[in-house]
């Protein structure tokens, strides 16, 4: 098993590369880039009202002089062969350096930085919540199939799958935060949080969160609740539970002792894809929540050229899709005693 997690872990390496050569190769030939931004600033400064053009060569009636665009291209790194840039910038990563936003004109790593906090307390809890409440629910549907439990929890379940994420959460903000004032309409804390107390700032920060977290978990939680509630019917109807039931064993243990831990074999290995959430969230959400999260800082980037940011945010986030790949192995090695994994790969 170890050699076969080495070379997982190996594989990284030459899917993360194949990654990035490709999105990096697309900021280079996409149109709208971080010159071009310039020269429309520059021909808006100077009172141009023709529309500037999209390309290096052809600045028009900017007021940037060809020197100063030449100047330009080397700042950014436009001036040298793609897979020479690329190289430069796979260099600087592999020390830490994410290079400088064009944006925010800071530090890439300073600025991804900042939505850590708030992204990582989301993501987290969603995933906690989801897992929790999830899981027992779709146990107790199993358990009690085509009960007025079973057929209200579903219809609600599917309610909420069937309408997207960011129309929860405007719905939500539009009740509970607009009309009823039961909740803040966004931000992550208020503005006077400095002045409270420890409590209270427990208190606000929750009252921020409940309305985005509703919203989050309104997509995953009936794929994670109704996967859980079919696969522990299909253990329950498997010959070894019903043998073991058959032989004197109680309907409770039967399903806590064996048909759960078998249930659990398809939520693991969707337990390391998940992981990329924890950052990535969604930009949708946090924009209509007035949320300064991971989700809309990419969104944003991607909107305003802001390739470094955009790559800084590539390279978090297809380290963690990655890794979080090896970890459903793990999560299903640990939950599936039959698995082995071998110099072939996995096998039972």
């Given at each position: 098993?170890?050699?076969?997690?080495?070379?997982?872990?190996?594989?990284?390496?030459?899917?993360?590369?194949?990654?990035?050569?490709?999105?990096?190769?697309?900021?280079?030939?996409?149109?709208?880039?971080?010159?071009?931004?310039?020269?429309?600033?520059?021909?808006?400064?100077?009172?141009?009202?023709?529309?500037?053009?999209?390309?290096?060569?052809?600045?028009?009636?900017?007021?940037?002089?060809?020197?100063?665009?030449?100047?330009?291209?080397?700042?950014?790194?436009?001036?040298?062969?793609?897979?020479?840039?690329?190289?430069?910038?796979?260099?600087?990563?592999?020390?830490?350096?994410?290079?400088?936003?064009?944006?925010?004109?800071?530090?890439?790593?300073?600025?991804?930085?900042?939505?850590?906090?708030?992204?990582?307390?989301?993501?987290?809890?969603?995933?906690?919540?989801?897992?929790?409440?999830?899981?027992?629910?779709?146990?107790?549907?199993?358990?009690?199939?085509?009960t007025v439990f079973d057929n209200v929890s579903s219809a609600l379940v599917f309610f909420g799958y069937a309408i997207?994420?960011?129309?929860?959460?405007?719905?939500?903000?539009?009740?509970?935060?607009?009309?009823?004032?039961?909740?803040?309409?966004?931000?992550?804390?208020s503005d006077d949080f400095d002045d409270l107390t420890g409590m209270e700032k427990i208190g606000d920060v929750i009252?921020?969160?409940?309305?985005?977290?509703?919203?989050?978990?309104?997509?995953?939680?009936?794929?994670?609740?109704?996967?859980?509630?079919?696969?522990?019917?299909?253990?329950?109807?498997?010959?070894?539970?019903?043998?073991?039931?058959?032989?004197?064993?109680?309907?409770?243990?039967?399903?806590?002792?064996?048909?759960?831990?078998?249930?659990?074999?398809?939520?693991?290995?969707?337990?390391?894809?998940?992981?990329?959430?924890?950052?990535?969230?969604?930009?949708?959400?946090?924009?209509?929540?007035?949320?300064?999260?991971?989700?809309?800082?990419?969104?944003?980037?991607?909107?305003?050229?802001?390739?470094?940011?955009?790559?800084?945010?590539?390279?978090?986030?297809?380290?963690?899709f990655l890794i979080g790949n090896i970890l459903s192995d793990i999560c299903v090695a640990l939950v599936d005693p039959?698995?082995?994994?071998?110099?072939?790969?996995?096998?039972?």
């Amino acid at each position: 098993m170890t050699s076969y997690f080495i070379r997982r872990f190996l594989l990284i390496i030459p899917t993360f590369i194949g990654v990035t050569v490709l999105v990096f190769t697309l900021t280079r030939l996409v149109p709208g880039g971080p010159i071009e931004r310039m020269l429309n600033e520059a021909a808006m400064a100077g009172g141009d009202q023709a529309s500037a053009t999209t390309n290096f060569g052809g600045h028009g009636a900017g007021s940037l002089s060809d020197a100063q665009i030449e100047e330009l291209k080397v700042y950014y790194g436009f001036d040298k062969p793609i897979l020479i840039s690329y190289l430069e910038w796979l260099g600087k990563v592999i020390v830490l350096d994410l290079g400088t936003s064009t944006r925010y004109s800071e530090p890439v790593w300073d600025t991804i930085k900042s939505r850590f906090p708030i992204s990582i307390f989301y993501g987290v809890t969603t995933l906690i919540l989801t897992y929790g409440i999830c899981i027992p629910l779709g146990v107790v549907k199993a358990i009690r199939h085509k009960t007025v439990f079973d057929n209200v929890s579903s219809a609600l379940v599917f309610f909420g799958y069937a309408i997207p994420s960011y129309v929860v959460g405007i719905a939500l903000l539009t009740v509970f935060a607009a009309n009823l004032e039961w909740f803040p309409l966004g931000g992550f804390v208020s503005d006077d949080f400095d002045d409270l107390t420890g409590m209270e700032k427990i208190g606000d920060v929750i009252s921020h969160a409940v309305l985005p977290l509703l919203s989050y978990m309104a997509g995953s939680f009936a794929v994670t609740t109704l996967l859980m509630k079919n696969s522990l019917m299909d253990n329950l109807a498997a010959e070894y539970v019903r043998t073991a039931i058959a032989k004197g064993m109680d309907f409770r243990r039967a399903v806590f002792s064996h048909a759960l831990r078998n249930s659990l074999i398809p939520i693991a290995t969707s337990f390391g894809g998940n992981i990329t959430l924890i950052l990535t969230g969604s930009f949708l959400i946090e924009k209509i929540f007035n949320i300064d999260g991971f989700g809309l800082l990419g969104f944003e980037s991607l909107v305003d050229r802001d390739y470094p940011v955009v790559m800084g945010i590539l390279v978090i986030s297809s380290l963690l899709f990655l890794i979080g790949n090896i970890l459903s192995d793990i999560c299903v090695a640990l939950v599936d005693p039959r698995v082995k994994f071998g110099s072939g790969g996995s096998g039972q």
